[in-house]
């Protein structure tokens, strides 16, 4: 479906959620226990996003041969919800390079409802990449030892990276498009009080208002590191650049299908 369609789907709703891991990747439990938590928790529209197949070593993505194992599982939470609840089928693809992301044929012939483009992986000043999403000891040690200690270069390579993946396409939301500072700012607080950071934001915001595609508000990081991604000090250019915004749990267990996803909507509201 197109951007605007995934967006009919959840516009005049607040029980929805389009961004869920299972056991598939690093989600901690099989997919029909997610659906059925979901449809218990009231939700009448629920994607299944694994972190996708990806031409890296990664614990956290699904591999390429699970991939019809996991088509399979989803048809059958969609029969199975098909009463009470919209089950969507999609992969939270990462975005690597102009060779390998959303982009390429061998996601946009996958049979998904919709693709969330996400990056995870910063490539060093010498051409490896790094997963800087995750815990901050590890991104310490990855910007010490891979990134010579230069935090500017990975913060400006991620939004470089998120640019690239909307200037190719062939997504349908952008996941958590400034997820990078969940652990830069950890490394250094006043980087989000600088223009220069202020300006990638912004870069962000026209382009993928410009693309049409719909932006996620993500809640999953709000008890371990107290923000949204993108960060509630941005949503103000989110809503006056117009464009669809759709609040996602991120979750990777059931207890937390829906969590922070009330207090983000009515901050959402207010703001
Ligand atoms: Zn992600
Ligand atoms: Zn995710």
């Known amino acids: 479906m197109t951007p605007q369609q995934l967006y009919s789907l959840i516009k005049e709703t607040t029980n929805y959620n389009l961004h869920s891991h299972t056991e598939f990747c690093d989600g901690h439990a099989p ?3 997610m659906a059925d938590t979901a449809a218990e928790a009231g939700m009448s529209v629920w994607a299944a996003t694994p972190h996708s197949p990806v031409c890296l070593e990664s614990q956290c993505n699904m591999s390429e041969k699970s991939v019809p194992e996991f088509l399979s599982q989803c048809d059958s939470a969609r029969e199975r919800h098909a009463g009470n609840m919209r089950f969507l089928t999609s992969m939270e693809i990462d975005f690597v390079s102009r060779d390998f992301g959303p982009h390429i044929d061998y996601f946009q012939r996958l049979p998904l409802d919709f693709r969330l483009g996400s990056v995870h992986f910063v ?14 000891e590890r991104f310490a040690g990855y910007l010490r030892d891979g990134f010579r200690g230069d935090l500017r270069y990975v913060v400006e390579k991620y939004f470089e990276q998120v640019l690239t993946m909307l200037e190719l396409g062939g997504i349908d939301m952008l996941g958590h498009f400034d997820k990078i500072i969940g652990n830069a700012a950890l490394a250094d607080p006043s980087i989000e009080t600088q223009k220069w950071y202020e300006a ?17 508000i993500n809640t999953k990081a709000i008890l371990d590191k107290g923000r949204f991604f993108p960060d509630r000090r941005w949503w103000d250019k989110l809503k006056s650049a117009g464009v669809p915004v759709a609040i996602n749990s991120d979750a990777h267990y059931p207890d937390k299908v829906n969590l922070g996803r009330a207090e983000a909507l009515s901050l959402w509201e207010e703001s």
């Open 31 to 33: 997919i029909a226990k």
């Open 200 to 216: 990638l934001v912004d870069d962000v915001v026209s382009h993928a208002a410009a693309s049409g595609v719909v932006v996620e």
């Open 123 to 136: 490539p060093t000043q010498d051409g490896v990449w790094l997963d800087c999403d995750g815990r901050f």
